[in-house]
DNA sequence: GTGAAAGCGCTAACAT
DNA sequence: ATGTTAGCGCTTTCAC
């Protein structure tokens, strides 16, 4: 028994209440003023026809989708699957979605922000992605505000919503320090990305304030993948035992997992014992019983509400913001991989 | 340097391009017949104005969003992320996008998919959770096709895709009894799914044909979560140590991550030597070295083109699939928490 | 091949 | 509080 294949409208509820149609718009719009009764009697019609209110239709007129556009460029690493969970989770809250961009590596942003253009969103939230200026410059002139988010690009125009990078690497290098780290490296991202420098950065200048040479930290680059940093692991131990650095930074929690896995199995190196390693991120898995890693947590909720909050999406003021950057300060969370000060 | 405020309109470039509105419509869908240079004098003139054909606006009139809803569940497990992250590719291949909606542990898929309803998706792909048949067929009804993805519910309307899992658990029973299991253990996932269901029973049944009396089967229940496994394997192992069981088969790798993790740490048990364990999915962390998990590998590419075809996006005669059952094979994969057949 | 005109389903003034 | 009307930006007949 298959119901009309036409969808019931606005219309067809309104001839069924024996209203107008607007009084039908009105009566699936909370603040608008209509009588309870007539409310009512509108719902009940709806219900009968087995109505939905077409928000796409909606928004042609109130020029809103209520969607936001969340362009995720590294599906692996679970620490953008967090943001992207926590960020679907708020702006369901608000009664707004996700739609949802995905980078394929070395894929470029420009061409999908094209795309996401076409789909007159509300706002773009953009992770582990670099979006040339001029694309920026488009989305933003039309009123299509954008925040990267874990991302900072000097000088540019979008919104910008991090984690203290190089405080953290600070952080790590302090910890490290305390646990009798003698020998230091570390494995870095994407060089190009600023969240990576910063990380190395902070890292390097803590150190360096203790006494370590920059040039004597090892240093090999794991392009934030684990098998990258399974890959540099090994080339940074490629040495004389006797060289084999004590103290290792990896710049996020994935390579850590995967400079941890391979040290340990192929090398048989005991951690904390004989290396003590840190991350960076504070993912899922860096509390699991096989790793325990030390890290610095990033503030994901609080990241991912100012993130929102920069893209203004309440009010009818649609204010954009450009060149702005937001660090927010992340903690060190000490496991098992650090030895305890002084034990 | 401010553009104009207003987003140009295909009238807009119209105007620019001396053509009519219809001309410019037609220089943007590329099967329509329109004079080659009088599509390039549009396409000029369009970039000009910054322009962008709104494709919610066109969707008012096709009836077609090319925007497809998936409903993920449970985001803490790596394989909803690996099936969403392929939907999402496979989706944005053909020109479509993924709306995402999440769904909090627990929460009703019935509530969001009346949202769902309201943006006109062409269709619906949901992972691990279960919606109400009264949804299924009002969806239905108005012409939105469901696919359940890795879901079977029997006796429901809506198609569903999946992996074998009844000869999946078969597999891992035969893999365990083949390495020396003697005395079998089980952690299962959510009580009220199929998918934990039939990899029980096939894995049950399959143990039987070799002589092991299913009472003789230890079992508890993981709740699918890596922190849930972790408690049900301690309970399985709460025993004297002579009745320990030898072979544990978890009904997914998140779950068995988190009962190897405990095992190991808390107990000590080295694996495989004196416990061999398997998974299900084959999810990326079942690969690292911490855990070489052997596990039955779900083909999600061809699980994902198979759901995304029973959607039938494309072409006009949108047919709506009703009570498909695909259930795709899985093939094992050995790894190193096995031992070695006759080794 | 091209233009004119009629919607798609809804919201938002504007009247009443 | 409710109805009337004019769009929102586009696709699609239908003439020419």
Redesign the pocket.
Known sequence: MMKSR??????D??ALA?????????A??PQ????A???ARVLDAARKLD?????I??S????RTNIVAVIVGDMANPFYVQALHCIGRSLQAQGRQVLLFTLDRDASADDVMRRVLQYQVDGVVLTSARLSMRMTGRSLDRGVPIVLFNRYIPGHDAACVRCDNVHGGGLIASALLAAGGRRFAMITGDPGATTSQDRVRGFVTHLAQAGVAPEDIAEACGHSTYEGAAAAALALFDRPRRDWPDALFCINDIMALGAMDVLRARLGIAIPDALQVAGFDDIPQAAHLSYRLTTVAQPVDAMVAEALALLHLDGPARHIERAIDRALPGHLVVRATLRPPGG
């Open positions: 036409r969808r019931a409208t606005s219309f509820v309104a024996g209203v107008s149609q607007s009084a039908v718009s009105r699936f719009s608008s003023s209509i009588a009764d007539t409310r109505y939905v209110p077409n928000r239709a909606s042609l007129t109130t020029r």
